[in-house]
């Protein structure tokens, strides 16, 4: 089975533009996650998608978005960048809907390093 | 608040020695407790995870970790550590509070595993 993949690996942007990420899940997996991490502040949930409905949301700011497409794609955007949001953004997938009485692990992409200048 | 810890920034081991990546966390409930690696210019790979059952979890690459309750523990060791084992070293927890699949990870751990 292909793993997550996402599209770009790499992107440099300018402070003010908008970026479009987008990551493609393993297939069979209904549950799409996004991370964004920095040296600063490391590991940060984003949101989460299942079935094209964000059900949870980190805390960050609104210019975050994203959404989820009827065959589990999944795309975030960022209106209006800054300097602060450079950073490697992951993608992770999981198969279940995470109902507290079970849980399967989360599969990542290779994740897309975003560098705002 | 629930939150994971990993006190050390940076371990370093020689090849063929055990080597421990602590972590310690702090949930209301049982924990669902997860260990991730990550190389240069790579995303996570999962480890291994904890829900339930043996306190001792074997998973991938010769690694294991020892659940511990009453310390609230979940450190990763591997007995025969391997240059090819240096990475960055992640430790995590399910937000219990709003369920799903949100993971509330450590700011993580390099490892350095010299000849």
């Known amino acids: 089975k292909a793993g997550v993949t996402q599209t770009p690996r790499y992107l440099i942007k300018t402070r003010g533009q908008q970026v479009t990420l987008s990551c493609s899940p393993i297939?069979?997996?209904?549950?799409v996650s996004w991370y964004q991490q920095t040296p600063g502040q490391g590991l940060q949930f984003l949101f989460e998608y299942f079935s094209e409905t964000q059900r949870n949301k980190g805390n960050f700011p609104g210019r975050f978005s994203g959404r989820q497409f009827s065959n589990s794609r999944s795309e975030m955007n960022v209106s209006t960048l800054e300097l602060g949001d450079s950073a490697l953004y992951l993608c992770?997938?999981?198969?279940?809907?995470?109902?507290?009485?079970?849980?399967?692990?989360?599969?990542f992409g290779p994740g897309t390093r975003l560098t705002v200048l | 608040a629930q939150s994971v810890a990993q006190p050390e920034d940076q371990v370093k081991v020689a090849e063929g020695n055990p080597l421990t990546v602590k972590c310690t966390y702090s949930?209301?409930?049982?924990?669902?407790l997860f260990w991730y690696v990550q190389y240069p210019n790579r995303g996570l790979q999962f480890l291994l995870k904890y829900i339930t059952g043996d306190n001792l979890v074997k998973g991938s690459y010769g690694f294991e970790a020892e659940f511990n309750k009453s310390q609230t523990s979940f450190h990763l060791k591997k007995p025969s550590a391997l240059v090819s084992d240096s990475a960055l070293y992640f430790c995590a927890v399910r937000d219990l509070n709003r369920g799903y699949n949100k993971l509330i990870f450590g700011a993580g751990t390099r490892l350095a595993v010299h000849p």
């Open positions: 297939s069979g997996h209904r549950s």
């Open positions: 949930v209301s409930g049982n924990p669902y």
């Open positions: 992770a997938s999981s198969p279940a809907g995470g109902s507290l009485g079970s849980y399967n692990e989360q599969f």
